[in-house]
Structures are given as C-alpha cells and as structure tokens.
C-alpha cells in the first residue's frame, strides 16, 4: 500500500485499497448527484445519502437533513460514514461524523483533484454562515483517505485545473523541484497520464502533509497553506467568475506581484509564477478591481482585530507570514 509517510492518505486504485482499509460491518456513503452519475459502480454497492451540488450546499440545511436521514437509516455509533466526492462532500462528512452521535468513524474517496491535494487532508472540516466561508467547523482527522487518480478521469478540464492551481500553491510554499516539474510538463500530459500525476499529487500532499503534522490547529506554521487565499476567497465572495482554484492561483500572482515590488522576491522568480500559471491556462487577472477586494478583505470574518497573515513568497519553495495591519495591506496593494 502506498501510503503517504506521516499520514493515513493512500495513493492508489479505490478497488485494491478499500477492501483492506474498510473493516466496519456497516458503511453509509456521503456523496453529490455529480459523483453518484459519474461513478455508479462506486457508490451503489453502499447504502447512501446524496447532497446537493455547490459550495451553498456546505450549509446547516444540508447537516439537518444528513443528520435525518442517518437517523431514520438506524444509523448507530458503530456505522462507519464514507465521504466520496469532493471538498464540499468531504468538509460535510467530516462534520457529520464528527458530530452525529458525539462521533463515529469516517473516512474519504476525493474524487476531484482540488479535494485529493487539499480539501479532503488535514482535517479541517465545516459549513458556511451568512455567505462566509467555513465559519463553524471541527478539527478532525479521518480514518483514511485514498487519493486515486483513475477517479479524475471524468473530472471536467476546468475542474482539474482548479486542482493544479493548489498544487502550484503547495510547490511555491515548500518544494522547488515540483514547481520545475509542473514547468517541464502540461496540462495534457497530467490529465493523460495516471502515474506522472499520481507523483505530483503525492508531492504536493507531502508539502501539506508535513505542515499540517507540526501544526494541525493552525495556531501558526499551517497559515502558510493559505498562500494566494487572503485575496483568492474575496475574490470569491465578490465576483461568480472564478473557482476555487482559479481565484487562490489569481491570489498567489497578485501577492508575487506585491513581493517583487518590495524586492521580497527576486523578478525571475515572481516571472516564473506567473509563467506557470499561465502555462496551466490560471488566468493571473483579477476579475474585479482590488478596491473591491479590499473592501472584502476588510469584512473578513476571520481576521484578527485590525490585522491579518498575508502569506508572501519570497523565493520558489519558500514563503513568510506577514501580519499586516488592513492598512498596511490597503497600502501595500494600492501601491502594486
Ligand atoms: N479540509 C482541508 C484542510 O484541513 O486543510
């Protein structure tokens, strides 16, 4: 078995790993109506609950009725839950295992390239609030995850560029030898080749990986993982234009920006972030003007007092957390 050091994340086929690592006598599945279409085969041997499609199903609606269902299905302490889909499916089913009877055991199947490099590992799960993104959550680790890469197959193209956007992310943080070979290959040949791509995910799974093990409450080193996502989450709240994916990497270029001007990042490294998003087709724009942003970031939720951590990298495979008051941040990006 293939699994990643340090961790309980496999890299393989779900048909050899799941036999071996599924032990429970009683299994209910939590999946969408996209993965349910996509992988029958997968889903229909199990008992299973379906959820809505978006980031709005991640909402107390979709937990009462999980909670219901898993009741009127007898669901007992002992029901091991199985989370098959992805980061909205996989944040759900953390929450409710965790929290359905004080807690049963879970496990996850991502099945999109964003949920297997990042959603589905490090065991931050939750809902969103008022239009703020996972405002009530748990720290919870699953049991397993098997990240194989066969499942991406029908993942549509922008879906799995959404992907490469936060494996990009995780070799800009911690691995240049990524990033040099997410430069010498393609999008083709990633989306052709199985194998080629299972070590880049395995790659960029051990950048999160080991951060999220010296810091799994985020109480410091983890705030590093949200490189590109100070501006990449208003870009979300602001515009419907990008994904996920596409806003964090639109996030990271801006910050690279930012750190070439303040000679932070030397000028061919901030070209080589920028050169790589664009030969992954991750548009480097912003799809609103950073005023707009601004204001976004100013009504965050999540910020500490009158300060945030933006994450900036200063060279490729390193980055450094700076606590910026809003208007050191307003200052540093009206400049750019
Ligand atoms: N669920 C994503 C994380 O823990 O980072």
């Given at each position: 078995m293939?699994?990643?050091?340090?961790?309980?994340?496999?890299i393989g086929?779900?048909?050899?790993?799941?036999?071996?690592?599924?032990?429970?006598?009683?299994?209910i599945v939590i999946t969408d109506s996209n993965v349910d279409r996509c992988h029958p085969s997968l889903i229909s041997s199990y008992e299973h609950i379906v959820i809505g499609l978006g980031e709005q199903a991640k909402s107390f609606a979709t937990l009462e009725r999980v909670y219901t269902q898993l009741m009127d299905m007898y669901a007992d302490r002992s029901t091991f839950i199985l989370g098959i889909g992805g980061g909205v499916v996989t944040d759900i089913t953390g929450f409710v295992a965790t929290t359905y009877m004080r807690g049963v055991d879970f496990g996850f199947i991502p099945t999109t390239l964003l949920s297997q490099v990042d959603a589905s590992v490090g065991g931050k799960n939750g809902v969103n609030v008022g239009g703020y993104k996972n405002m009530v959550g748990t720290f919870s680790q699953p049991q397993f995850v098997i990240c194989d890469t066969t499942l991406l197959s029908t993942l549509p193209d922008r879906?799995?560029?959404?992907?490469?956007?936060?494996?990009?992310?995780?070799?800009?943080?911690?691995?240049s030898s990524l990033f040099a070979q997410l430069e010498s290959t393609d999008f083709t040949q990633l989306r052709s080749n199985t194998?080629?791509?299972?070590?880049?995910?395995?790659?960029?799974?051990?950048?999160?990986?080991?951060i999220v093990s010296a810091?799994?409450?985020?109480?410091?080193?983890?705030?590093?993982?949200?490189?590109?996502?100070?501006?990449?989450?208003?870009?979300?709240?602001?515009?419907r234009v990008y994904n996920h994916g596409e806003a964090v990497a639109a996030g990271i270029c801006c910050v690279a920006d930012v750190a070439e001007k303040k000679a932070q990042l030397a000028a061919q490294?901030?070209?080589?972030?920028?050169?790589?998003?664009?030969?992954?087709?991750?548009?480097?724009?912003?799809?609103?003007?950073?005023?707009q942003l601004l204001k976004a970031i100013r009504t965050d939720k999540k910020r500490e007092g009158d300060s945030l951590h933006l994450i900036v990298p200063i060279a490729i495979g390193e980055v450094r957390d700076e606590r910026l008051t809003f208007?050191?941040?307003?200052?540093?990006?009206?400049?750019?």
């Open positions: 293939n699994r990643v050091e340090g961790s309980s994340v496999y086929r779900v048909a050899e790993l799941l036999p071996q690592l599924l032990t429970a006598r009683r299994v879906e799995f560029r959404a992907g490469i956007a936060e494996i990009i992310k995780a070799a800009i943080i911690a691995d194998s080629l791509l299972a070590s880049v995910v395995e790659a960029a799974l051990k950048v999160k990986i080991a810091d799994e409450r985020e109480k410091g080193l983890r705030r590093v993982l949200n490189l590109g996502h100070t501006i990449g989450h208003a870009i979300e709240k602001s515009s490294d901030a070209e080589r972030i920028r050169a790589l998003c664009a030969h992954y087709d991750l548009n480097s724009q912003l799809p609103v003007p950073i005023t208007s050191e941040v307003e200052q540093l990006f009206a400049e750019n």
